[in-house]
């Protein structure tokens, strides 16, 4: 479907969109990473790209994910612009001493002169049983490092936006994207990005308290939202975008207007980004709130397996509901977070087909 300036399309079209426009822009927009050429195509965010840029341009890579993204920084010291896939975050973790020691310090120790523009892409969520292994939320431990920016799209139009900002920064990107959310259809407008790297966007305003949120629980916290509004409760939900850098300009603003806040994060709590948002709103904000801040992220415990435990597990629009009541002085039911009969949580959205 296509309208006069854009065209519906899915969170994974929206990033091969965003990918070919940037390889059509500027020929030193490489894409690596295992599966890139694969007929999947990455959950299809790089569908087709081989047959359209070539195979110097788009290509498969050695399964040795810390070599192989050593050669990608090598290739952004020496011109190139490369987008490196690593498909799940869990993988990624074999190229922390790459990603941690080298990308991100070679700007700071070479006194500006030296850049590593390198986009490294990495796939959480849950899906198909999955488990400890595949299915962790780690955006927290790239968004401590100072030198790596931190990306979380949730909506089509900013998975496209986004990457291509992220393309053009001199500096090494975490590109973090939900599986969950490539299965999700927007509208996307070929326009150049509106705002920048860094910016959050308030998706829904409300007066009564405000929800931030990152990746998924953005979806979760509109669904929220809507069920708040049914109460009379005017919810203001903001997607933050970026771990590093974190939009405190336009949260504490947030906070400052309805005075309560809630953060949901994809993650786990301790030493989380959705902390670091209260910890944000403590001290930028603390005279204007008239309750405590709320945090709504998963269990402190590792990504489980089995159906049942996953029913368990995965915070949701409930959950953000009932924090919002708290900070209102509202009563919460024991029932409002539990899981509807028939409902296993770790079945996809019907949008997203796996089984990867």
Request: hydrophobic share 45%.
């Amino acid at each position: 479907m296509k309208s006069a300036t854009g065209k519906i399309m899915t969170g994974a079209e929206a990033i091969r969109t965003g990918t070919a426009e940037a390889m059509s822009a500027d020929r030193s927009v490489i894409v690596m990473g295992l599966g890139v050429p694969d007929p999947k195509g990455v959950f299809g965010t790089t569908s087709g790209l081989q047959e359209e840029f070539g195979k110097d341009r788009v290509f498969d890579i050695p399964c040795s994910e810390n070599g192989i993204t050593g050669v990608a920084i090598g290739a952004a010291l020496g011109g190139y612009r490369p987008i490196l896939t690593h498909q799940r975050v869990d993988f990624a973790l074999l190229s922390v001493e790459q990603i941690v020691n080298q990308a991100a310090k070679w700007r700071y120790m070479f006194g500006g002169k030296m850049h590593v523009p390198l986009v490294i892409r990495m796939i959480v969520g849950r899906g198909w049983g999955q488990g400890p292994q595949h299915s962790q939320a780690l955006h927290a431990w790239f968004a401590h490092v100072p030198g790596l920016k931190v990306v979380l799209p949730v909506l089509p139009q900013d998975s496209r936006d986004l990457l291509l900002l992220s393309v053009e920064d001199d500096d090494p990107v975490i590109f973090i994207e939900h599986r969950w959310l490539h299965g999700v259809r927007g509208h996307v407008d070929f326009v150049r990005p509106q705002l920048p790297l860094g910016r959050a966007a308030v998706v829904r305003e409300g007066n009564d308290v405000t929800i931030a949120a990152f990746s998924y629980m953005v979806l979760e916290a509109l669904e929220a939202a809507k069920q708040l509004a049914e109460d009379g409760i005017s919810a203001e939900v903001i997607d933050m975008r970026t771990a590093r850098p974190i939009d405190s300009e336009t949260l504490l603003a947030s906070v400052r207007k309805t005075a309560r806040f809630v953060s949901a994060d994809i993650g786990t709590g301790i030493c989380s980004v959705g902390s670091e948002l209260v910890s944000i709103v403590a001290r930028g904000a603390y005279g204007s709130l008239r309750a405590a801040p709320e945090l709504v992220t998963s269990p402190e415990c590792p990504t489980p397996t089995s159906p049942a435990l996953s029913a368990e597990y995965y915070p949701r629009a409930p959950h953000i509901v009932a924090a919002v009541r708290r900070t209102l002085g509202l009563k919460v039911a024991d029932s409002l977070t539990a899981v509807p009969a028939g409902v296993e949580l770790d079945k996809p959205d019907p949008a997203f087909t796996g089984p990867f």
